[in-house]
């Protein structure tokens, strides 16, 4: 049965039920987790996902090789306050429908009757792949991250192989694939604390540069602020993917989006400009280790000192793998629990040992150890899949916010908004429109190579596997996937679906608040 012949069903499945199952059972889908995600856990994930010092510590070569010094600076504060719309417009449909599927399954629920389907479809694997490629590339860097120490504690006397990178790769994501597996409340205990080590290890890398680089070797405002460039942030609807855990869902997921985003933002920024400020000669960076980010602590900090501090960036990378495969894990769950994979359904079941999806997740897990295992035999290869990340994702969000925009009094959609809502006067509309014309830039400048002349080895592959997952998602569901998936599908009837109730001190705690 489709989902949307459910929309706004009353039930009388269960009267004693939360109020987020309530609201969950009206768009069509029956509770199957437990709600163990409290306020501090899920904005603590929302951070997570962001990475914050280390994403800087990543990609912090590129602007500053490619760029040069102002470039590292101008571009992030550029990305943050347009991403700051992107969120916002995200955290707004999130909040109106706060499912496991997120934005896959809002898509759908924002265009008329005829068109769902293949909006579900394109979205649903846009968002899916670009999750996949996103936690194979995170962990690959922080593979990178930790052998680069390596390296630096060994004095450069180490050699980084591919074999070396691809093995610790293969390892943490098994790793992650295990965690992964606790039932939610040790996940959501778990989750509780990323957000201090990321904020604590951020504060902690500003406090320690300034007080260790001598004034005099400070560089001056001019080089800092010289110029400009552009930097994002991407995978902003991990924490939708999560809202069947999060109690009181249609508040707390989107507010945990709008915090990290302007959180992620400023203190992004100062952590850049301190960065550049004491960074030294630029002639001397990235340095044995290749990571511009790491010498740099290292010169002003010492190497013991610095290798310190880098196993706790290391330990926020790890944090970011840990929370992007929750999300993809869900995300797989809610697509194959409506049919959107050749799977019967066979992905989209909870484990009764864990109430958690076990299958998604051993299936997110094994997808994403491909492309780092493709680096093995083409480095080129593996490149091109890592870089569908940022352009696949990004396109999978402003498709919902397009179609909630243009659609939104359309009599199959009528969009109600949730408590998270920008309304429909200048400012939602400029917010919507903003994100949409900006994530658009963006992908142009992310399909433009980045080394002059072009060649193979350097070729910039992201629009090229972009368009070929476009091109052949489509082609799939025309052959054969519309057969069996005709967009998101209520399971209301389906009596193998167990309904999880949630704990009574959870209910009575709410209703007394």
């Not at 694939?177 to 890398?205: M, P, W």
């Amino acid at each position: 049965m489709s989902l949307f012949d459910e929309k706004r069903h009353t039930t009388s499945m269960d009267t004693s039920v939360d109020e987020d199952d309530r609201e969950l059972l009206a768009l069509g889908y029956k509770p199957s987790f437990k709600r163990e995600f409290t306020n501090l856990a899920t904005i603590s994930f929302a951070f997570s996902i962001m990475g914050l010092c280390s994403s800087i510590a990543t990609t912090f070569n590129t602007p500053l090789l490619l760029g040069g010094p102002s470039s590292v600076v101008w571009c992030w504060i550029l990305g943050a306050c347009m991403c700051f719309t992107l969120g916002s417009s995200i955290a707004e449909i999130v909040s109106a429908y706060p499912t496991c599927g997120g934005l896959y399954t809002a898509s759908a629920q924002l265009v008329p009757k005829q068109h769902r389907a293949r909006v579900g479809w394109l979205v649903g694997w846009l968002n899916i792949l670009g999750q996949i490629a996103g936690i194979s590339s995170t962990e690959f860097g922080l593979a990178s991250m930790i052998l680069a120490a390596v390296s630096i504690g060994k004095d450069g006397n180490y050699t980084i192989t591919t074999g070396k990178v691809v093995g610790l790769f293969t390892g943490l994501l098994v790793l992650h694939g295990i965690l992964n597996s606790l039932a939610t409340r040790y996940l959501a205990r778990l989750t509780k604390g990323f957000v201090f080590v990321n904020l604590g290890t951020t504060f902690i890398i500003i406090i320690v540069l300034l007080a260790k680089t001598p004034r005099s070797e400070m560089h001056p405002a001019s080089y800092v602020f010289g110029s400009g460039g552009i930097w994002t942030m991407t995978d902003y609807d991990a924490t939708a993917h999560i809202s069947e855990e999060v109690r009181r869902a249609a508040y707390a997921a989107p507010s945990a989006i709008f915090i990290a985003v302007i959180g992620t933002g400023l203190i992004g920024w100062l952590l850049n400009i301190v960065l550049v400020l004491c960074s030294g000669p630029l002639e001397n960076l990235p340095g044995v280790s290749g990571s511009a980010f790491l010498e740099i602590m290292v010169l002003r900090a010492g190497k013991p000192g610095a290798l310190f501090i880098w196993a706790f960036v290391c330990l926020t990378a790890f944090f970011v793998v840990q929370t992007a495969l929750h999300a993809a894990s869900r995300t797989i769950y809610a697509f194959s629990r409506d049919h959107g994979l050749p799977d019967a359904g066979y992905f989209g079941r909870n484990s009764k040992m864990t109430q958690t999806p076990l299958r998604a997740i051993c299936l997110t897990t094994v997808v994403s150890v491909l492309p780092g295992l493709l680096d093995l035999a083409s480095p080129v290869a593996a490149n091109a899949i890592f870089s569908l990340t940022a352009m696949a994702l990004d396109l999978s969000y402003i498709i919902p916010i397009f179609c909630r925009r243009v659609f939104h009094s359309h009599p199959d959609v009528m969009f109600k908004p949730g408590p998270f809502y920008m309304g429909d006067g200048w400012l939602g509309v400029a917010c919507n429109t903003a994100c949409i014309l900006w994530t658009l830039f963006v992908c142009v400048i992310f399909s433009l190579p980045t080394i002059m002349p072009v060649t193979k080895d350097n070729m910039n592959y992201a629009s090229v596997i972009t368009v070929g997952v476009m091109v052949l998602a489509f082609a799939w569901y025309i052959l054969g996937a519309h057969r069996h998936y005709i967009g998101p599908q209520s399971n209301l009837h389906d009596d193998s679906v167990e309904v999880i109730t949630q704990d009574a001190p959870f209910r009575d705690k709410k209703s007394s608040a």
